[in-house]
């Protein structure tokens, strides 16, 4: 039986399906089943995933999402004051 690892883009491509669920709250299994798996050229022993997810990010929810970010960092830093 061959054993394959992920190789360094399979890995983000998961990390992408990955942020992708988090910032949308949804289902990461629908992307997980999707992704097409190859061996790599030079490595037959990595697999490459051929399809990964792409998504944008709304400009809107991003600042929104680093302002309250910033506001639990004050928040904190207030309350050890």
Do not use: C, W
Request: proline share 5%; hydrophobic share 35%; aromatic share 4%.
């Amino acid at each position: 039986m061959t054993t394959y690892k992920l190789s360094d883009q399979a890995l983000g491509a998961l990390m992408m399906a990955l942020q992708k669920s988090l910032l949308e709250q949804s289902d990461i299994v629908p992307t997980l089943r999707e992704f097409e798996l190859v061996p790599t050229d030079g490595k037959e022993d990595e697999l490459l995933i051929t399809n990964p997810p792409n998504f944008t990010v709304d400009t809107e929810l991003l600042n929104n999402l680093n302002a309250a970010s910033s506001g639990t960092a004050t928040s904190e830093t207030d309350t050890s004051a």
